[in-house]
T-cell receptor, first 114, second 113 residues
Framework: KNQVEQSPQSLIILEGKNCTLQ??????????LRWYKQDTGRGPVSLTI?????NTKSNGRYTATLDADTKQSSLHITASQLSDSASYIC?????????????FGAGTQVVVTP | DTEVTQTPKHLVMGMTNKKSLKCEQH?????MYWYKQKAKKPPELMFV???????INESVPSRFSPECPNSSLLNLHLHALQPEDSALYLC????????????FGDGTRLSIL
């Protein structure tokens, strides 16, 4: 079973609107959680990273939250733009002795329409 | 532009061919990675090199052979591939350590005929 579950699988939003993506994980112990954006035909690009003690982190119009007690994270996109159309992947790093390994969610495909 | 450069961007090969994928970074990163990504799926880790030594092999078939000739270069040698090996192959690099972000290249789109 995947240790990182994302929802929804896909969503369509109007340009200028806000949206929130969800990530639930079971990876334990937990080192950090990162959100990546992957444009079609490109490699993933890191948006935010949060460690156990952080609750929120912003990067421009992207705001990520983390609740380590419930093992949930969200990514909020404010005032969406057409360029926000992409797959958003939640990635969790587990124990420090497996630093090279990441647990990837399946991603949420976001389509922003004019 | 991405700081991790992968070549070629696209590759079509037959099942009997031998080809290589190349990855290069000049950020001074000492960890480099190969991932395989199928359509609408997350990347799957294949190999990790740390200080030019193979540290993780995720039980990848021997028809995939990685090589790290120096700290800036990572190759993936391909031989006798199967149609199900068609995918996007992503290279990434990072500083060694648990909180260091991985920087991804744009991948090589591989098609096996």
């Amino acid at each position: 079973k995947n240790q990182v579950e994302q929802s929804p699988q896909s969503l369509i939003i109007l340009e200028g609107k806000n949206c929130t993506l969800q990530c639930n994980y079971t990876v334990s112990p937990f080192s950090n959680l990162r959100w990546y954006k992957q444009d079609t035909g490109r490699g993933p690009v890191s948006l935010t990273i949060m460690t156990f003690s952080e609750n929120t982190k912003s990067n421009g119009r992207y705001t990520a939250t983390l609740d380590a007690d419930t093992k949930q994270s969200s990514l909020h996109i404010t005032a969406s733009q057409l360029s926000d159309s992409a797959s958003y992947i939640c990635v969790v790093r587990g124990p420090t002795d497996s630093w090279g390994k990441l647990q990837f969610g399946a991603g949420t495909q976001v389509v922003v329409t004019p | 532009d991405t700081e991790v450069t992968q070549t070629p961007k696209h590759l079509v090969m037959g099942m009997t061919n031998k080809k290589s994928l190349k990855c290069e970074q000049h950020m001074g990163h000492r960890a480099m990675y190969w991932y395989k990504q199928k359509a609408k799926k997350p990347p799957e880790l294949m190999f990790v090199y740390s200080y030019e030594k193979l540290s993780i092999n995720e039980s990848v078939p021997s028809r995939f052979s990685p090589e790290c000739p120096n700290s800036s270069l990572l190759n993936l040698h391909l031989h006798a591939l199967q149609p199900e090996d068609s995918a996007l192959y992503l290279c990434a690099s990072s500083q060694v350590g648990s909180n260091q972000p991985q920087h991804f290249g744009d991948g090589t789109r591989l098609s096996i005929l």
